[in-house]
């Protein structure tokens, strides 16, 4: 009779499917045990898309076409691709037939759709599904977190204490909160703790699907935006270019702008129908586009708090952290627009006691006001313009500016508090520093391998002897682009004193008025012109620059972009304010 046997799988980085194995995490007498766990393990992947595949052909009827399933009405939609043959010739055909052989190969599910299904009858559609297996190497190699335990300790803000709970009903947000959950970084062979009644006997590996939660079902174990950033991770890595090729190119990208495809976009997880008894199937549950659209995206929930959670369930933390922050903005903007009411009542309260308004509309005399120029006439001071001055401009109004110095740092920093907190809920807290995964145009370039002494994991680097000549050069060429915006507003200085001489040696030079808008309004023309031409242009330089720069995350790409955008634009646009002041 044979003792059970119980064995521990020592965590790697390797995927559970490779045959690799440390044989210092072993003795001798497992060695034959973990080849036969490593052989039935992917024996298990496969027999689990069997088993959907199976499922799908066993179902009646075909998907319709608005669906977002495959005619099987089973397997999901997590991306779309789309062409026209008009608008690409041959070489684009070869490209996308493999561009779409390298997708199979990572395990990607195509179905194509017909030009006869799209509304010009002339756009080609390719529907991608994304297997369970693909997933779990998928959110391994982005470091997704996924929740595997339900926090115990119960939040309550500090409104919540003080405002009655028939008050908080009317503005809290009508879907059941989501459980806070701890989360941790998706590993297929971390926790792999396997007992052995015997060898021979069948393995069963739904340890894995349980440990998670939600994972009972593969279909749940990921969201929909995790699915559709873990589907476009593939497309952003995959190479569109044959083997044979010197120069091997990668990414959906570079295809959408030579116009091999004309989009590639992802679907939303359900249709949005009428939510009534009469048309909607009472066993069906709501999907989190409907919940939201019920509950968010209809006027008549305007004064309701925003669910944040489902917000971040549906579109992802990025997203979900831009309507935190609308939300909190217009919530601190509540106490300000109602000072701001007052002070304007207060104007038109106190009118009649001002000395200046009433002393001015009282008198039957003709106020003067000083020419603005040596040629110019004087200006009469009206009554009106008086009124409308004090209604805006009065005693209430410095006191009004003072709140607003205090409540703008107010609001600095209590929504960086309000950061913190969601960022820790939501558990992104680090990401950018640890978590965050390299970008698939750094993978690409990068020559060298060095081990993340956070992660200690072997990552693509690219050495500081290759990346500091691109960032002087790109240094050099955003300096030499905000140079020529500082031109431009010298030119154009310059291009007025010469339109000026040449009205002074005419007719024109008589008429104040006709000159002066003649040389400000063609170089304001000149200038806005300018401004726009300039505008474009840095637009794709700054890209080019910043693809140059072959920064290694996403978010130090976005970082450099935004940097230099934001220094050209603030040169571009309001150089020509300074130069008027």
């Given amino acids: 009779m044979r003792t059970s046997t119980r064995i521990w799988i020592c965590h790697s980085s390797q995927s559970p499917c490779s045959f690799q194995m440390s044989r210092s995490c072993m003795t001798s007498d497992s060695f034959f045990e973990e080849l036969l ?104 190699l982005m470091n997704l977190k996924l929740p595997f335990k339900e926090e115990d300790r119960a939040c309550s803000s500090f409104t919540s204490k003080i405002i009655p709970t028939c008050i908080q009903n009317k503005f809290i947000s009508p879907l059941d909160p989501l459980p806070q959950m701890y989360t ?61 090729e010197l120069r091997i190119k990668i990414g959906i990208q570079r295809l959408l702008d030579t116009g ?31 919940k939201l659209y019920r509950a968010w995206g209809t006027f008549s929930q305007w004064k309701r708090f925003q669910p944040l959670d489902y917000i971040r369930r549906y579109f992802g933390e990025k997203v979900s952290f831009y309507f935190c922050w609308l939300g909190f903005y217009t919530n601190w903007l509540i106490v300000p627009s109602i000072l701001g009411v007052v002070c304007f009542l207060y104007g038109i309260l106190t009118f009649n006691r001002n000395r200046i308004a009433t002393g001015i509309c009282n008198n039957q005399k003709d106020f003067l006001m000083c020419p603005r120029c040596d040629t110019c006439n004087f200006e009469l001071l009206s009554c009106q313009g008086v009124k409308v001055a004090h209604l805006f401009d009065n005693n209430f109004t410095v006191a009004f500016s003072v709140f607003m110095s205090i409540w703008a740092r107010l609001f600095l920093e209590f929504w960086k508090r309000e950061q913190s907190s969601k960022a820790f809920e939501w558990d992104t807290l680090g ?10 145009q750094y993978e690409q370039k990068a020559s060298s391998t060095v081990v993340n002494p956070v992660t200690m994991k072997t990552e693509p680097s690219i050495p500081n002897t290759a990346r500091y000549p691109r960032l002087a050069s790109a240094f050099m060429v ?26 002074a040696k005419t007719s024109l030079s008589n008429d104040i008025t006709v000159s002066s808008a003649i040389v400000s309004g063609t170089g304001a023309i000149a200038n ?52 008027i002041a």
Avoid at 227 to 233: E, F, L, S
Avoid at 485 to 498: D, E, K, S
Wanted: proline share 3%.
């Fill in 260 to 290: 091999v495809y004309v989009s590639a976009f992802p679907l939303h997880d359900s249709t949005l129908k009428e939510l009534d008894n009469d048309t909607c199937d009472p066993k069906e549950e709501e999907s989190d586009r409907q």
């Fill in 431 to 440: 990401f950018e520093g640890q978590d965050e995964p390299t970008r698939p």
């Fill in 478 to 503: 955003s300096l030499f682009m905000i140079s020529l915006v500082i031109a431009a507003v010298l030119g154009v200085v310059v291009y007025r004193l010469v339109i000026r001489g040449m009205i």
């Fill in 37 to 140: 766990f490593r052989f039935k393990q992917r024996r298990y992947w496969k027999k689990l898309n069997s088993a959907n595949h199976a499922k799908s052909l066993r179902r009646s009827g075909k998907a319709p076409l608005n669906s977002v399933r495959f005619r099987d009405g089973v397997r999901q939609i997590d991306f779309v691709l789309s062409y026209r043959l008009d608008c690409s010739g041959g070489q684009a055909e070869t490209k996308r037939r493999v561009y779409e052989a390298n997708l199979r190969e990572r395990g990607l599910q195509l179905e194509h759709e017909s030009a006869e299904h799209s509304s010009d009858n002339n756009t080609y559609f390719v529907k991608i599904h994304c297997p369970f297996d693909v997933l779990c190497d998928g959110a391994e």
């Fill in 528 to 579: 806005f012109i300018f401004i726009l031409c300039m505008s474009t242009i840095y637009y794709r330089v700054a890209h080019f620059l910043t693809d140059w720069e072959m920064h290694r995350t996403q978010t130090e790409y976005e970082d450099a972009l935004s940097f230099k955008m934001y220094m050209f634009q603030f040169v571009n646009f309001y150089s020509s304010i300074f130069y």
């Fill in 184 to 244: 941790t970084a998706f590993d297929k062979n971390k926790f792999l703790k396997i007992q052995f009644v015997t060898i021979l006997k069948y393995i069963d590996l739904r340890w894995l699907q349980h440990y998670y939660v939600g994972g009972a079902d593969p279909s749940t174990l990921f969201t929909t935006s995790q699915r559709i950033q873990i589907t476009n991770g593939i497309l952003q890595r995959t190479p569109h270019t044959a083997p044979s």
